[in-house]
């Protein structure tokens, strides 16, 4: 059974900083990985997308890698603003039938003025 | 990119009356939907998945009986929960993609409380 996680579960940063947010999951057997955000009491937003024969993705100041092999994927955010404050969730869709998507436990994140 | 609504944002209703959630794919065609609920602080946890025109796929713990889906045509599929107690009081999210491993787009989620 897939199963996906998410370090650290909070971070709390000055703005401007670059930081990571990490993600692993246990079965490798992925088509893609992607990146949410979520902010309070709303839906998510997709941010980046990367197919299993990808390395990585880069929008703006996001850019996700992805090594399927070990089972592990980042984001990195360079020069934090406050309103990157939200919760980051990585999700892997399943290599079976119902290409599911199983979701990590989120990353929240601050970034202080 | 692609657009999913979901219909009511909010809901307030009795305990013991059902409520329909409605969710739509509006520039695409979804084959496959997928229901999600999440409480205060936590993840997502996938409820059911389904395809159009056939029965849903629950996940295990899901009361089929209780949370009914249907996917009636490539851009609809709805949640009614059945007989709601306080304890069904979630954020309701659902997603939709196309044919195969592709994107997947989410709802903006309907927030159900139980009085």
Redo the contacts between chains.
């Keep these: 059974k897939q199963e996906v996680t998410q370090i650290p579960a909070a971070l709390s940063v000055p703005e401007g900083e670059n930081l990571v947010l990490n993600c692993s999951f246990t079965d490798s057997a992925i088509?893609?990985l992607?990146w949410?955000r979520q902010d309070p009491?709303?839906?998510?937003?997709?941010l980046l997308?990367i197919q299993s024969s990808q390395r990585e993705q880069t929008s703006g100041r996001l850019n996700a890698s992805l090594d399927k092999s070990s089972g592990r994927s980042t984001l990195y955010i360079a020069a934090s603003q406050p309103g990157d404050s939200a919760t980051y969730?990585c999700?892997v869709?399943s290599?079976d039938s119902?290409?599911?998507?199983?979701?990590?436990?989120?990353t929240?994140l601050l970034v202080r003025p | 990119g692609a657009v999913v609504s979901q219909h009511p944002s909010w809901v307030i209703c009795k305990s013991g009356t059902s409520v329909k959630i409605e969710c739509r794919s509006l520039d695409f065609q979804a084959t496959t939907m997928f229901w999600y609920r999440q409480f205060p602080k936590q993840s997502l946890m996938l409820m059911a998945t389904s395809n159009e025109g056939s029965k849903a796929t629950y996940e295990q713990g899901v009361e089929k009986d209780k949370f009914l889906i249907n996917h009636a045509s490539l851009t609809l599929s709805t949640l009614t929960v059945t007989s709601a107690h306080p304890e069904d009081s979630s954020f309701y999210i659902c997603s939709a993609s196309s044919p195969g491993p592709a994107a997947v787009y989410f709802g903006p989620g309907t927030r159900l409380t139980v009085l």
């Design positions: 088509y893609n992607q949410f009491g709303k839906g998510l937003t997709s997308l969730l999700a869709r290599m119902s290409y599911k998507l199983i979701f990590g436990s989120g929240r």
